[in-house]
């Protein structure tokens, strides 16, 4: 049965910063530091001017565990549609590697000696290797001297690190000539998104506290409109089930309607209950449907306009409609909000955090 939230802590700023013990909150508003000090680690160590060699055969993107897999499949989706090299996500560096490829890896987790021996043949194989890392342990050392190492600045928990790990892959895209993004204009967006979700904000006011007050007690379906807004989803689901326990559907929309039963499920539970129903009765969440959507145009718009018409009681979550900038920024905004909002969740539920939560008086 689904935790019943304490709904009153996210309107008192005090509680809320009381029970927030791993400063997780104010790590997460951290985002658009971390962009800027990874752009500025970048620039140090010359990243553009070393990696400007050429076309590269090949792009490989590590997918390892935590914040990794999010954010390089989040990189592999705004790269597909037009990169002029193949785009490849493994979690090893594949048998092929050679000297005209180039891998990216990000991880938290220093000790991780199975990337170490992966990145460490790349390097030895003549591959240019990217590394977001911490700059101690066998995975670094893997890449002394042979790889470009981007140590993080602004420490925050493994679980806060995705903006440091999508900023560096998006600099290495970037000097690789594969897409344009403007980590400066990154950085402000992910700044005015913390703005608009701080703890002191009441919830009508606060999208990232709207939003967890929206999926309380419900089974979370994050159904990507586009192949962004999917990767989106994933990381959206990762930080979920990190901070507040929460278990999420996140699927291509037109993959998750060809699942008959969750489809009904999903009709079934897209109107809002009666606020005056008995928590007790029922024993499972019902779910409700969240339509994710990055990208703009005559498509994006095709879609929409199929999925809202199949699924008429889903809520459209679409940054454009917000903010006027690219898929790249709207992609991290996003990923943000969700991350916010399942911090506050968790707080609420008591998932996560300390005594700030209030707990009932017992007979």
Request: glycine share 6%; with cysteine; charged share 25%.
């Amino acid at each position: 049965m689904p935790t019943v939230p304490d709904d009153s802590l996210l309107d008192d700023p005090a509680r809320l910063a009381e029970a927030d013990t791993a400063g997780l909150l104010r790590a997460a508003a951290m985002a658009g530091a971390q962009v800027r000090a990874t752009a500025e680690a970048a620039a140090e160590l010359e990243l553009s001017d070393r990696l400007d060699v050429g076309r590269p055969r090949s792009l490989v993107l590590i997918d390892r565990p935590g914040v990794s897999r999010t954010l390089t499949r989040l990189v592999a989706a705004l790269l597909t549609p037009s990169c002029p090299v193949p785009v490849v996500v493994a979690e090893v560096v594949p048998s092929w590697i050679g000297a005209l490829d180039v891998v990216f890896a990000h991880t938290d987790d220093a000790g991780d000696r199975e990337l170490a021996a992966s990145l460490e043949r790349a390097a030895r194989y003549g591959a240019r290797v990217v590394l977001s890392a911490p700059d101690e342990g066998p995975v670094a050392a893997a890449v002394a001297g042979k790889g470009l190492l981007l140590a993080p600045r602004i420490p925050v928990p493994p679980e806060m690190a995705f903006p440091r790990g999508l900023a560096a892959a998006l600099l290495t895209a970037n000097a690789l000539g594969l897409l344009v993004a403007d980590l400066e204009q990154l950085a402000d967006h992910l700044d005015a998104e913390a703005e608009k979700d701080y703890l002191a904000r009441d919830s009508f006011a606060n999208p990232a506290k709207a939003m967890a007050l929206k999926l309380a007690e419900r089974q979370p379906l994050l159904w990507g409109l586009d192949p962004v807004a999917v990767a989106v989803g994933e990381h959206a689901a990762h930080a979920f089930a990190a901070h507040a326990a929460v278990v999420c559907d996140v699927e291509d929309y037109r993959q998750a309607l060809a699942r008959p039963a969750l489809r009904r499920a999903a009709l079934s539970g897209g109107v809002d209950r009666d606020i005056f129903a008995d928590p007790e009765e029922g024993a499972d969440a019902t779910p409700r449907v969240l339509l994710l959507s990055i990208r703009t145009g005559p498509a994006a718009e095709a879609a929409r306009y199929q999925a809202e018409d199949l699924l008429p009681g889903g809520d459209v979550i679409a940054p454009a409609e917000e903010i006027e900038t690219d898929e790249i920024v709207r992609a991290a905004v996003l990923a943000l909000r969700f991350e916010l909002a399942a911090v506050y969740l968790g707080l609420a539920v008591g998932s996560i955090g300390g005594a700030g939560r209030y707990t009932p008086a017992t007979a």
